[in-house]
């Protein structure tokens, strides 16, 4: 059974840090893609971050570039979100994305998501 269990989301104040989660499950983890993506109220799912399967390599989004670094444990089978300087419009609810494509197929899984809110 696939999984992906994002954990860390809590009420901080402007400025603050916070680091996410994403605890995987049921897959080869090691072989996907994963990604962060936020959505917050009113607005569409937004690509936050990703970093590669094989090499690391990592992107982000151009609103929180310098402010936000994502990395993973293989080992862990985990993905991780650190959020630096965090503003009141980096809150939304943070989902986990683990996505592998190969030919013509593609393998999309996600995490019920977890809620930050960035609020004096």
């Known amino acids: 059974q696939v999984q992906l269990v994002e954990s860390g989301g809590t009420l901080v104040q402007p400025g603050g840090s916070l680091r996410l989660s994403c605890a995987a499950s049921g897959f080869t983890f090691s072989s996907y893609a994963m990604r962060w993506y936020r959505q917050a109220p009113g607005k569409e799912r937004e690509l936050v971050a990703a970093i590669d399967s094989a090499s690391g390599r990592t992107n982000y989004a151009g609103s929180v570039k310098g402010r936000f670094k994502m990395s993973r444990d293989n080992a862990e089978r985990t993905v991780y979100l650190l959020m630096n300087s965090l503003k009141p419009e980096d809150t939304a609810v943070y989902y986990c994305?683990?996505?592998?494509?190969?030919?013509?197929?593609?393998?999309?899984?996600w995490g019920q998501g977890t809620q930050v809110t960035v609020s004096s």
């Open positions: 994305n683990a996505v592998r494509t190969f030919w013509n197929t593609r393998d999309d899984y």
